[in-house]
């Protein structure tokens, strides 16, 4: 029922900025938390970020924090990811995701998951 659409994905230069968008039709009350993923080519699943709905207590990878901020609208049903000072290693398919239980950093938590945009960084 519920169905997650990410968008604002494309190319940049290294150090540049995008702004990633993910909207939400149904319901998603019944969800504490939605996340950002991304998978390059190749390799696994790897956790970015999150935000409680409730709250908006958030949460950032390592190798995310200083450089990209998660954010939410809950009028809008709307999650959003800014990333500054991108870097080459940033290039791969970012997903947003529905927490459903588990621990918050692994893909198998969450059970609602966009289609995914594409993000290429170019040295």
């Known amino acids: 029922q519920v169905q997650l659409v990410e968008s604002g994905g494309g190319l940049v230069q290294a150090g540049g900025s995008l702004r990633l968008s993910c909207a939400a039709s149904?319901?998603?009350?019944?969800?504490?938390?939605i996340a950002w993923f991304r998978q390059a080519p190749g390799k696994e699943r790897e956790f970015v970020a999150c935000i409680s709905w409730s709250g908006g207590s958030t949460y950032l990878a390592d190798s995310v924090k200083g450089r990209f901020t998660i954010s939410r609208d809950n009028a809008k049903n709307a999650v959003y990811l800014q990333m500054n000072s991108l870097k080459p290693e940033d290039t791969a398919v970012y997903y947003c995701?529905?927490?459903?239980?588990?621990?918050?950093?692994?893909?198998?938590?969450?059970?609602?998951w966009g289609q995914g945009t594409q993000v290429t960084v170019s040295s």
């Open positions: 149904g319901r998603t009350v019944s969800s504490y938390r």
């Open positions: 995701a529905l927490y459903q239980r588990g621990v918050k950093e692994v893909p198998s938590a969450y059970d609602t």
